[in-house]
């Protein structure tokens, strides 16, 4: 499963390591539902309030892990067989301004912190994979981008990789890159989510970016916000007016009828006395109509991250603060508010689209296993390993190669619906050859008349006008025949060449996976070649020396 996460990263040098949550007993409830951090905290609430494990919590894990387990356990070992590149598959996309909370948010869905600080920090995107490991194996990351992989033993080393990563691809400026940073978290405190940060949307060009930072910014958001696979978070603060924010009209922009798109308000402690009702209204989606609707969360503050209030208090905080928040009440009854209520809305929706994507899927994965097959079958089957089964094998790969040089021989090999055989390619030859006899005789015809009436002129005896003297006559052919003889010969050479690419290409065909063989038959097809040559060019001169002799019973 991936999460998706296009933010402004803020960059806080004092990262908090409190985010890394501590081993615990994993127990069957929602929280692990959840994932870890959610899931801890909401279990740490949980044994506050009840103090024990629910039976119906214990029946929906059951079910996660029974249904939604497998289809996750599927994503990742599609994605280990690198089926990413060609198949996208299903993510969570977070977009938004500048400093709009993505990355707190985040955070508090994962658990990892992230690089943090004011202006752009998010400079090229960052791809959060996070594993679950089993409750006794220990914290492990690594950081891969380029041709470079980093192994890292402490969690709270994450950040400094991370900023150092993105020093390295897009130098020490501000400018942006469209090269990814993978980050991999395993734990067993986290749920098996990919997020995927990228820079927030700005406007202006601040110390030394390029003039269409924006543009180069959104660019970047769509790529990763279009694919039909990606379910869009939009990251809106609730002090701001939501009907200018853009990255609402970015996701409008890529999905039009709303599937795949839902709003995240933030900030609520942040909103101006007097205006809580028209934040009530945009979250009950009154507002800014959205087909899947609006969640409203609150994370930390940059006061609780300097006072470095832990994950699992904020998340107790949060629910209080919406509890005793006399308009934001309802949206907690409604389960439109906290962190915990997103998460558990993103894992529905992350299964339900799954439960969508897969048939497509599946059907993309049946086109590219055919594709593979057919290319597959182009190189044969597999060697056997037995020696007498290998010499079965030889004896039909040049049985195999032997049927298709008899087809070519026979002028019935197949050629597909472009190509030509080469009995056809031959004709089309010797077409040549009769139409350059004719240019020749045509040619040589001036010369004759010529010694027509040398003839006339000079040595003409007894014979009658228009009666050409035998050895004049015979003198004038065997000058003319002679001339065709070379040309004759290189006629040879083009056909002999013809047939010796024909045959060469069918030893291509039968032998390409065997050097051995292709070499041994190419020399093969060779020797043939200039040995029949040989002798064709023998008999050619011959009959050239045959006519010679002019003689004609008629
Ligand atoms: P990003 O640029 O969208 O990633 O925004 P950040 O997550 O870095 O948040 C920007 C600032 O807003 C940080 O100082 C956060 O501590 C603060 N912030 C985020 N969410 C809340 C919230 O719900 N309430 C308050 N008071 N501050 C918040
Ligand atoms: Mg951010």
New binding site residues.
């Given amino acids: 499963m991936s999460f998706l996460l296009l933010?402004?990263?803020?960059l806080d040098a004092n990262h908090d390591s409190s985010l890394q949550m501590p081993n615990s007993t994993r127990c069957n409830r929602i929280g692990k539902k959840m994932g870890p951090s959610i899931g801890q905290a909401t279990e740490d609430v949980n044994k506050a309030e009840k103090g024990q494990v629910l039976v119906a919590e214990n029946n929906l894990c059951r079910q996660y892990e029974e249904k939604v387990r497998p289809c996750i356990d599927l994503i990742d070992s599609l994605r280990a067989l690198g089926v990413e590149q060609d198949l996208a598959l299903p993510a969570i996309a977070v977009i938004?301004d500048?400093?709009?909370?993505?990355?707190?948010?985040l955070e508090a869905l994962s658990g990892v912190a992230l690089p943090?600080g004011s202006g752009i920090v998010t400079r090229c995107p960052l791809v959060l994979k996070l594993k679950k490991l089993r409750p006794e194996e220990e914290w492990r990351g690594k950081v891969s981008y380029l041709d470079i992989e980093e192994d890292i033993s402490d969690a709270s080393k994450v950040e400094e990789e991370i900023r150092k990563a993105q020093n390295y691809i897009a130098g020490d400026g501000l400018g942006i890159q469209d090269e990814l940073i993978s980050l991999e978290v395993s734990c067993p405190e986290v749920p098996d989510l990919t997020l995927i940060d990228l820079p927030?949307i700005t406007r202006v060009p601040v110390g030394n970016q390029p003039a269409d930072i924006g543009r180069q910014i959104k660019r970047l958001i769509r790529k990763y916000i279009q694919k039909e696979e990606t379910i869009n978070l939009v990251?809106v603060p609730s002090n701001v007016d939501i009907a200018t924010t853009e990255a609402l009209s970015m996701a409008n922009e890529v999905d039009p009828e709303g599937d795949r798109t839902i709003g995240i308000l933030?900030?609520?402690?942040?909103v101006d006395k007097g205006t809580e009702d028209k934040v009530v209204d945009v979250v009950q989606n009154l507002v800014c109509h959205l087909k899947k609707g609006y969640m409203i969360?609150?994370?930390?503050?940059?006061q609780?991250?300097q006072e470095n209030l832990c994950l699992t208090e904020a998340l107790q905080r949060e629910k209080a603060f919406f509890e005793d928040h006399p308009q934001f009440r309802v949206l907690l009854e409604a389960r439109k508010a906290t962190v915990p209520c997103l998460a558990e809305r993103l894992s529905e929706e992350l299964i339900a689209h799954i439960c969508k994507s897969l048939p497509l899927l599946e059907n993309k994965i049946k086109d590219l296993h055919q594709k593979t097959t057919d290319e597959l079958q182009k190189f044969g089957m597999d060697i056997p390993e037995d020696d007498s089964e290998k010499m079965f094998f030889l004896i039909e790969k040049i049985n195999a190669f032997n049927l298709d040089i008899n087809a070519v021989v026979d002028g019935e090999e197949s050629v597909g619906t472009e190509g030509s055989r080469l009995f056809a390619k031959l004709r089309r030859q010797f077409q040549l050859w009769s139409s350059m006899i004719e240019k020749h005789f045509s040619k040589g015809f001036d010369g004759l008349q010529k010694e027509i009436w040398k003839f006339e002129n000079q040595h003409r005896g007894r014979e009658l006008p228009g009666f050409v003297n035998y050895r004049t006559f015979e003198k004038i052919i065997k000058k003319e025949l002679q001339a065709l003889e070379e040309p004759a010969v290189d006629m040879l050479h083009q056909t002999t060449d013809m047939v010796r690419a024909a045959f060469t290409d069918v030893s291509e065909k039968n032998f390409t996976e065997f050097f051995n063989l292709y070499k041994t038959t190419k020399n093969k097809i060779e020797d043939i070649r200039s040995d029949q040559e040989e002798a064709a060019e023998k008999a050619i001169r011959t009959h050239f020396q045959m006519e010679q002799i002019v003689y004609c019973q008629d």
Avoid at 7 to 10: E, H, I, K, L, N
Avoid at 266 to 270: A, G, I, N, Q, V
Avoid at 297 to 302: D, L, M, N, P, S
């Fill in positions: 933010s402004q990263t803020s938004g500048q400093s709009s909370g993505k990355s707190s948010l943090r927030g990251v933030t900030k609520p402690d942040l969360v609150k994370c930390r503050g940059q609780d991250i």
